[in-house]
């Protein structure tokens, strides 16, 4: 791939997972308690009952360090970053992808984990572009 196509893939998918990450931690911040109020009526029928406030903190912290390393791989890229930081920031994407999901699908949300599935595809598409780097 050409150093520029790989600049721009790189700069456009992590200023979308950054984005998307950033503004998701931040609104947990911000809503602690109308998320929470949300969530343990969630997960009222699955194993995470009663934990529902120590996962938001950690979903919290898991969605604002992916979204800070996207972002920032956005940006560094153009400055010089290693060329391996955006493909291990969309890495950290999908781990917390997954974590959603996996909540999702526990708290039976059916539509809610299928809602992620267009994340997921970009975040595939993503990993695609930017691993030939690697190769």
């Keep these: 791939m050409d150093k520029y ?3 721009l893939a790189a700069t456009l998918i992590g200023s979308f ?6 503004q998701s931690g931040w609104d947990k911040i911000v809503d602690r308690k109308g998320n929470l109020a949300w969530m343990i009526p969630h997960f009222e029928k699955s194993p995470f009952r009663g934990m529902v406030p120590i996962l938001l903190s950690g979903l919290t912290v ?3 360090g ?3 390393a996207n972002a920032g791989s956005a940006i560094g890229v153009w400055f010089g970053l ?3 930081a955006p493909f291990l920031a969309l890495c950290l994407a999908g781990a917390t992808l997954v974590a959603l ?20 595809a970009a975040l595939l598409a993503g990993l695609l572009l930017l691993a030939p780097q690697f190769r």
């Design 5 to 7: 196509a790989f600049e």
């Design 17 to 22: 997972f950054g984005v998307l990450f950033l």
């Design 62 to 64: 898991l969605e604002l």
């Design 66 to 68: 992916t979204g800070v």
């Design 82 to 84: 290693p060329n391996n």
């Design 101 to 120: 999901f996996a909540g999702q699908r526990l708290a039976k949300d059916y539509a809610g984990a299928a809602s992620l599935a267009a994340y997921f």
